[in-house]
T-cell receptor, first 113, second 111 residues
Framework: AQSVAQPEDQVNVAEGNPLTVKCTYS??????LFWYVQYPNRGLQFLLK??????LVKGSYGFEAEFNKSQTSFHLKKPSALVSDSALYFC???????????FGGGTRVLVKP | NAGVTQTPKFRVLKTGQSMTLLCAQD?????MYWYRQDPGMGLRLIHY???????AKGEVPDGYNVSRLKKQNFLLGLESAAPSQTSVYFC??????????FGSGTRLTVV
């Protein structure tokens, strides 16, 4: 069975500092990997995805993520965090050829001014 | 283009009552999914459908039933609601590619 681990329940960072949200995954075969963000009382918004090719993926709002196959990781990064980045972030995986998208437990990001 | 629409947005049920959550998409997507979101547990897949007339179980299907009689609609039913089914429910759809479109959620409380 496929799974996603987000080891940190919460990440605190000062505005302007780099932000990293960790994600590791387990899946049979090759993965499709996704990051979503959720603001309070809202649905999920797509940030970025890894399908194939370049291991560094750039997404919306200045976010990027690096796919590392040997470490089965897909960490989300932003060079300079904003207060408005405070939200709940989810990593998700789907096996190539599969139908199910599996989510991690989520990481709450708090960016302090 | 409304995308994925969930009805209702909020509902309070008494234990033992039944209800149906409706998910409607206007993008002609083949695949549709129902998830529940609980604090600290992320989103867990309840049931999904790979096309009109098909349904399949996800991670947490017990206590729920689904139907996909029309391609654009995916219904989630609770036959006898329990407090453990208090959650936020999200519907999602996708076509053959990689992008999932999520609805805005239904907040269900079972008392």
């Amino acid at each position: 069975a496929q799974s996603v681990a987000q080891p940190e329940d919460q990440v605190n960072v000062a505005e302007g500092n780099p932000l990293t949200v960790k994600c590791t995954y387990s899946v049979s075969g090759n993965p499709y990997l996704f990051w979503y963000v959720q603001y309070p009382n809202r649905g999920l918004q797509f940030l970025l995805k890894y399908i194939t090719g370049d291991n560094l993926v750039k997404g919306s709002y200045g976010f990027e993520a690096e796919f590392n196959k040997s470490q089965t990781s897909f960490h989300l990064k932003k060079p300079s965090a904003l207060v408005s980045d405070s939200a709940l972030y989810f990593c998700a995986v789907r096996a190539v050829g599969g139908n199910k998208l599996t989510f991690g437990g989520g990481t709450r990001v708090l960016v302090k001014p | 283009n409304a995308g994925v629409t969930q009805t209702p947005k909020f509902r309070v049920l008494k234990t033992g009552q039944s209800m149906t959550l409706l998910c409607a998409q206007d993008m002609n997507h083949e695949y549709m999914y129902w998830y529940r979101q609980d604090p600290g547990m992320g989103l867990r897949l309840i049931h999904y459908s790979v096309g009109e007339g098909t349904t399949a179980k996800g991670e947490v299907p017990d206590g729920y039933n689904v139907s996909r009689l029309k391609k654009q609609n995916f219904l989630l039913g609770l036959e006898s609601a329990a407090p453990s089914q208090t959650s936020v429910y999200f519907c999602a759809s996708r076509q053959g590619g990689y992008g999932y479109t999520f609805g805005s959620g239904t907040r269900l409380t079972v008392v």
